[in-house]
C-alpha cells in the first residue's frame, strides 16, 4: 500500500501530502488503485517534515505542480467549545481535507 508523507513549508506554513513509498513504480494520487478505492494506510510515515525552503507548491510553485505526486491540504483542525451550565469545554478535533 501507499505511504504518504505531510511536508510543511518553513516559510508559509502551507502542508502537503506526498506520497514517500508508492505502491507500485509511477503510480500517484491519480492513478494507484489503492488510494482510489479509499485502500490507503491510515497514517503517515512519520511525523510532518519540514521541506526546503522554496518548495511551496502554492507559494514558491505557483501552482505549477503534478497533482498525481503532491496534493495540498487545506483544513487539519477544528475547534468546538462546548458550554454546560458555567463549565465551558475546548475541543480540537483533527480533520485532513485534502485538494
Not at 24 to 47: D, H, M, Q, W
Not at 51 to 68: I, Q, S, V
Amino acid at each position: 500500500m501507499c505511504r504518504p508523507m505531510i511536508l510543511k513549508s518553513p516559510t508559509c506554513g502551507h502542508r502537503w501530502f506526498t506520497l514517500m513509498q508508492p505502491c507500485r513504480k509511477n503510480l500517484g494520487f491519480n492513478s494507484c488503485p489503492y488510494i482510489a478505492t479509499g485502500r490507503v494506510l491510515p497514517f503517515t510515515s512519520g511525523p510532518t517534515y519540514y521541506a526546503y525552503p522554496g518548495k511551496c507548491p502554492t507559494c514558491d510553485l505557483k501552482g505549477e505542480y503534478d497533482r498525481n505526486v503532491i496534493r495540498l491540504i487545506y483544513v487539519d483542525h477544528h475547534r468546538v467549545k462546548c458550554r454546560r451550565g458555567r463549565l465551558v469545554r475546548e475541543y480540537e478535533i483533527h480533520l485532513c481535507n485534502v485538494m
